[in-house]
């Protein structure tokens, strides 16, 4: 049964391994329901994980992966609020999908048109902060990046409503992930954007983050369009002047086939005084092959 306390500071670093196992499992169940009864997933808690990798959500296979290791930490605050967070991104990338596959299961299609659009192009997560930023900016990661943010201010309110105590660290936690978003943020800017506007441009940019999502959309549409320039057949060439087959000149027609029979080929010309003879040849010979004499 979901218990929401069970996710209060003081309550979850007291937990063994299996009740945190638990309570991530029936925290799944519990977005799918209230994200208008999204399909429930499957968690895998997965022990090869590196330790900056929290999970992820994988569409074919259909489940969410959590590393496991984060659930043996029992001092560091963040971790919790990892752990949750998770959860909660990763089940929005559930929603994202059961949309994509769902027209009107979501009531903005044209942020779906987004995501259909960013999962054939897709950035993958790197290590390199200029390519980690354009993983973090593109729709679908953002999209659920926001989401993360604003359950997880709302999902406390609700723990501490029903257990009367405040979460000391989700405070620091929520002040640190703004920080690194807006570190991509900047990121993304300089890398991508700075020889397309001044430096005055590029500062307003960093002041509103929609201004700058636009832009990653833009990039990726045209991934797109220039991906289906590639795969076009390519056109016939013309052949230019020096290439074309060269006309005959005048002094080379001689060594063309002749149109016409040398003079010894053609059917001699019959004189006027040989006329009735020729006709009369020509007449004979119907009437032989009429059974005639």
Same mark, same amino acid.
């Given at each position: 049964m979901f218990?929401?306390?069970?996710?209060h500071?003081?309550?979850w670093?007291e937990m063994?391994?299996?009740?945190?196992?638990d309570?991530l499992?029936?925290?799944?169940?519990?977005i799918?329901?209230?994200?208008?009864?999204?399909?429930e997933i499957?968690?895998?808690?997965?022990?090869?994980?590196?330790?900056?990798?929290?999970?992820?959500?994988?569409p074919?296979k259909?489940r969410i992966?959590?590393?496991?290791?984060l659930l043996?930490?029992n001092?560091?605050l963040?971790?919790?609020y990892?752990l949750v967070?998770?959860?909660?991104?990763e089940g929005?990338?559930?929603y994202q999908?059961?949309a994509?596959?769902?027209?009107g299961f979501?009531?903005k299609?044209?942020e779906?048109?987004?995501?259909e659009?960013?999962?054939?192009?897709?950035y %993958?997560?790197?290590e390199?902060d200029?390519l980690d930023? !354009?993983? #973090?900016m *593109?729709?679908?990661e =953002?999209?659920a990046? $926001?989401?993360e943010i604003?359950?997880?201010?709302?999902?406390?309110k609700?723990?501490?409503?029903?257990t009367?105590m405040?979460?000391?660290?989700?405070?620091?936690?929520?002040?640190?992930e703004?920080?690194?978003?807006?570190?991509?943020?900047?990121?993304f800017?300089?890398?991508?954007?700075?020889?397309?506007?001044?430096?005055?441009?590029?500062?307003?940019l960093?002041r509103?983050?929609?201004?700058i999502?636009?832009?990653?959309d833009?990039?990726?549409?045209e991934?797109?369009?220039q991906?289906? %320039?590639?795969?076009?057949k390519p056109?016939?060439?013309? !052949?230019? #002047?020096? *290439?074309?087959k060269? =006309?005959?000149?005048? $002094?080379?027609?001689g060594q063309?086939?002749p149109?016409?029979?040398p003079?010894d080929q053609r059917q001699p010309?019959?004189?006027?005084?040989?006329q009735?003879q020729h006709?009369?040849?020509?007449?004979?010979q119907?009437?032989?092959n009429l059974?005639g004499?």
């Amino acid at each position: 049964m979901f218990d929401i306390t069970d996710y209060h500071e003081s309550k979850w670093f007291e937990m063994n391994l299996q009740e945190k196992k638990d309570a991530l499992i029936r925290l799944e169940k519990e977005i799918a329901s209230r994200q208008k009864n999204r399909p429930e997933i499957p968690i895998f808690f997965d022990p090869t994980m590196k330790s900056h990798e929290l999970g992820g959500y994988s569409p074919n296979k259909k489940r969410i992966r959590i590393n496991a290791n984060l659930l043996l930490d029992n001092e560091n605050l963040n971790v919790l609020y990892d752990l949750v967070g998770t959860i909660i991104h990763e089940g929005w990338h559930v929603y994202q999908y059961h949309a994509m596959d769902n027209p009107g299961f979501h009531p903005k299609p044209g942020e779906v048109a987004v995501w259909e659009q960013n999962d054939r192009y897709y950035y %993958r997560s790197s290590e390199d902060d200029a390519l980690d930023s !354009l993983y #973090r900016m *593109q729709g679908l990661e =953002r999209s659920a990046k $926001q989401h993360e943010i604003d359950g997880l201010k709302s999902f406390y309110k609700e723990v501490e409503e029903a257990t009367g105590m405040s979460n000391p660290g989700l405070g620091n936690y929520l002040l640190r992930e703004k920080a690194i978003q807006n570190q991509f943020r900047h990121v993304f800017a300089t890398e991508f954007l700075l020889p397309h506007f001044t430096p005055t441009e590029l500062s307003k940019l960093r002041r509103y983050p929609s201004l700058i999502y636009r832009e990653m959309d833009r990039l990726i549409r045209e991934k797109q369009i220039q991906d289906k %320039r590639n795969q076009r057949k390519p056109r016939v060439k013309r !052949l230019n #002047r020096d *290439q074309r087959k060269p =006309r005959v000149k005048p $002094q080379d027609q001689g060594q063309l086939k002749p149109r016409v029979k040398p003079q010894d080929q053609r059917q001699p010309r019959l004189k006027p005084q040989d006329q009735d003879q020729h006709t009369l040849r020509v007449q004979q010979q119907r009437v032989r092959n009429l059974g005639g004499k």
